[in-house]
């Protein structure tokens, strides 16, 4: 068995389940939901568990409440294969005593979401799981706190266990997956490529019970994947995936299968950001596209690490990916969003960390090399000059977040270097 490593979420999930009667945590297949829930649940029900599947559907059909019944906190993993149970934890938990009842993990969202009566509200807390950060698998020495950022301007030092362009290319293909951390590198990154496999084959249709191509799948994979961190239309992506299509592909049916994806938790495109800003200047508001792990992009692309090396500006983009991946799961944690920046002017910020209190911080993304580090904080101090704060909070920190690079350290205009591999929650 797999040694378990723990998970930035593991310690939101206890704090949640102190104040409130259930928690769901829904994320990709593989990620770890159940093994996280099964470190803090004293019993559990596995709904998909072959040889009791059938038998569970059934019992959650006649007397739902049967399969609530155990030591508590209790699991109930893979819940939406009978999303009566839903409502079944509502009831249970408005009519017993206490708080932390109940924990629900789910790689889908249900396809018969009519079945679900109520929504939850004060009984049941959501929380979305996300694939290994490099400082949970053990690849960042965490020796940047973005939570220290967050407190107060400070002088840093670090030093990047992984100031190697073919490592950081290894590690955006093999992706934050559990399961890989123990592999040798080959059979590592031909997980990912199992992953897609069952997505394209199997998933992408019994999401919502609706039949779907797994060719077309693959194609929009592929379409997707060229867009990481880029905002790009629907009808952008039709056209990318008519080079092998028929004329009969619409628009709506590639919302179709984006929705399908993003119910598989596949697909996480990123909102934009709308501060107040000193100038007239309109502000973009399309979503950012990426998908949840970089891994599944090099994997629809039928690449690997020396690929990778080869079109440093398509790596560019995966990194960009595995970033992104990281501080959501960093700013998870802090009570925090992401987002992006673009206005009309052209000026363009990769990531806004933004915190329930209002703070928020300023990243810029980029692979390495000190012009690619100038510009980035060049376009870092340009927007925070454009802010108005008279109207909100200046930024907590500016940060260009880098792959290679030997040090974190701060700059003499207050912006930070950081590799990702020194950055922590």
Known sequence: MMNYRPRIIDGILKRKLEGIGAVLIEGPK???KTTSAEHIAES??????????????????????????????????????????????????????????FILTGSAVPANRDEIFHSGTGRVAWLKMRTMSLFESGDSNGTVSLSDLFSEEKDIVGINPNDDIEKIAYLSCRGGWPTTLELKDENALDQVYDYIK???????????????????????????????GNQVSVESIRQDMLTNDS????????????????????IEDMPAWNPNIRSKTAIRSSDTRYFTDPSIAVAALGLGPKDMINDLKSFGFIFETMCVRDLR????????????????????CDTVIHLRNGKYGLIEIKLGGEDHIEHGATTLKALRDKIDTDKMNAPSFMMVLVGKGAYAYRRDDGVYVVPLSCLKD
């Open 30 to 32: 593989l990620c770890g």
């Open 44 to 101: 559990a029900l596995y709904m998909s568990k072959p040889d009791d599947m059938e038998q569970n559907i059934k019992v959650a059909e006649l007397k739902p409440s049967l399969l609530l019944e155990g030591k508590t906190p209790r699991l109930i993993d893979e819940w939406q294969v009978s999303p009566k149970l839903w409502d079944s934890v509502r009831y249970e938990v408005d009519h017993r005593q206490g708080v932390g009842h």
């Open 198 to 228: 069952v997505v394209e084959e199997i998933d992408i249709s019994r999401v919502d019970n609706v039949k779907r191509d797994s060719e077309r799948t693959k194609r929009l994979l592929k379409a997707y994947a060229r867009c990481q």
């Open 247 to 266: 004329d009969r592909l619409d628009v709506d049916t590639v919302y179709s299968y984006i929705n399908a994806l993003k119910k598989l938790f596949v």
């Open 329 to 348: 799961v960093y700013a998870h944690s802090l009570d925090g969003e992401v987002y992006h920046y673009r206005d009309k002017s052209g000026l363009e």
